[in-house]
């Protein structure tokens, strides 16, 4: 090589590193997902802006981002206004709900461009891609879980499931998806509230039918085939002298109802027109499954099941009611009586109606264990033991707790009695 064209070689060497150094700096490219490449000039710090919602993030040491608004546009400023969001978006909010309390999701972005949404760090880093819509769920702030820590984005006017990396976790192929909550209160507090079951369950419905997918093994219990899956209650199953406690959710497939019992995932296949809760001696949800019993109805007929689906009361009655404590009213034809959770006669069955005197709310309790039964047309008042307290001589009788007594009526002539006149 001779001097010449060595003096040129080293020239364009010198050219070309030049021109590498001043090409655009590209930040983010998501051509794939919908992105649209931020460069340099998008990035300059800009100062002519209007601050629309400042908020300091303890998990980034307390730095603070800004969405602020250039000339219609949005983006997102840090604490030195260096641009970190590049303002070319029509919508920018801060994706954590309503409750202050959740962190889960600090200084996460909703960001919508060009009519679609995605979701962006606190960085600026793109974290999805870009959906037709992306809803924030409150009950993923419920658990600690990193698995619960998802979004319901929708493609196609369909709804998936994403976690916090954009991952999708269900296909947007569905009409619905929710997280499976249950109704709680603490011990002496009248106020309920909605709570996650666990482990993390979601119900998905497909073309009118819901299934059921566990969020927390991210594997399917159930396919999409259910009319409703709701849950029921939840209880403590002894099991090889330990306790478990448990979900059980109550399936619907066309107008019958089975269950899935979740610690053992074991499934009942709806057969029953109805299926009540399942409960144990003096009404406790604790137990061993043989013993935890619900009342069901079959082929019109009605009759008790317990928790591992084998028929414990005969399911042979023409009406029954649910036990309070170890009491049930049955009936056969057209008289009443009561039995046991053994499935014993209790009380005598002559009687034309029966029923408790009071809710079991009712603060007094002597008077929950009452009965108002009929006999032979007319209306008298029985203890739990089947004992008459008031005779069978009333045409109507009305229980008047203020007064411990009763508003009763006899061939017309109304009056008020109390047990010591029985």
């Not at 800009?46 to 981002?65: F, H, N, P, Q």
């Not at 019109?300 to 028929?311: Q, R």
């Amino acid at each position: 090589m001779n001097f010449i064209n060595l003096i040129f070689s080293k020239l364009g060497f010198y050219f070309a590193l030049l021109a590498f150094f001043t090409l655009p700096i590209i930040t983010f490219a998501q051509d794939d997902d919908g992105w649209e490449k931020a460069t340099e000039e998008d990035l300059k710090t800009t100062v002519d802006t209007t601050i629309i919602e400042r908020k300091a993030l303890l998990a980034y040491g307390g730095d603070s981002i800004k969405i602020a608004s250039v000339e219609g546009k949005l983006g997102v400023l840090n604490d030195t206004n260096a641009t970190i969001v590049p303002f070319q978006y029509e919508e920018i909010s801060f994706f954590e709900g309503e409750d202050s309390t959740c962190t889960r999701w600090e200084g996460t972005l909703l960001v919508k461009g060009r009519g679609k949404y995605g979701v962006l760090d606190a960085t600026g880093k793109p974290l999805t891609a870009l959906y037709e819509k992306i809803e924030f769920m409150p009950e993923s702030c419920q658990s600690g879980s990193g698995k619960t820590k998802v979004m319901r984005f929708y493609n196609r006017g369909k709804v998936g499931l994403a976690d916090a990396y954009g991952n999708v976790v269900i296909r947007a192929s569905y009409e619905e998806i929710d997280f499976v909550k249950y109704l709680f209160s603490r011990y002496g507090d009248t106020t309920e509230t909605e709570k996650l079951v666990k482990p993390e369950l979601i119900t998905a419905k497909k073309a009118g039918k819901y299934g059921l997918f566990d969020l927390h093994n991210n594997v399917p219990l159930l396919r999409s085939e259910y009319n409703a899956i709701e849950h029921l209650q939840m209880v403590r199953v002894e099991e090889k002298k330990k306790t478990h406690t448990t979900h059980i959710l109550k399936i619907q497939q066309g107008t019958k109802y089975g269950f899935i019992l979740l610690h053992n995932q074991s499934i009942l296949t709806p057969k029953y027109e109805y299926l009540g809760e399942f409960s144990t001696e003096k009404g406790n949800t604790k137990g061993e499954a043989e013993d935890l019993i619900a009342l069901v109805q079959e082929d019109g007929k009605w009759g008790w099941i317990n928790l591992e689906g084998k028929e414990v009361i005969k399911i042979e009655y023409d009406a029954a009611e649910a036990f309070r404590k170890d009491l049930a009213f049955v009936r056969k034809g057209r008289k009443w009586t009561a039995i046991d959770r053994k499935g014993k006669q209790k009380l005598e069955d002559t009687y034309e109606e029966i029923r408790y005197l009071a809710l079991e709310t009712e603060k007094n309790a002597f008077f929950k264990t009452l009965i108002i039964a009929k006999k032979k047309g007319k209306y008298g008042i029985l203890d739990i033991e089947g004992k008459t307290l008031l005779n069978f001589e009333f045409d109507k009788i009305k229980f008047v707790p203020e007064k411990f007594g009763f508003d009763v009526e006899v061939n017309g002539e109304e009056k008020f009695v109390n047990l010591k006149r029985g």
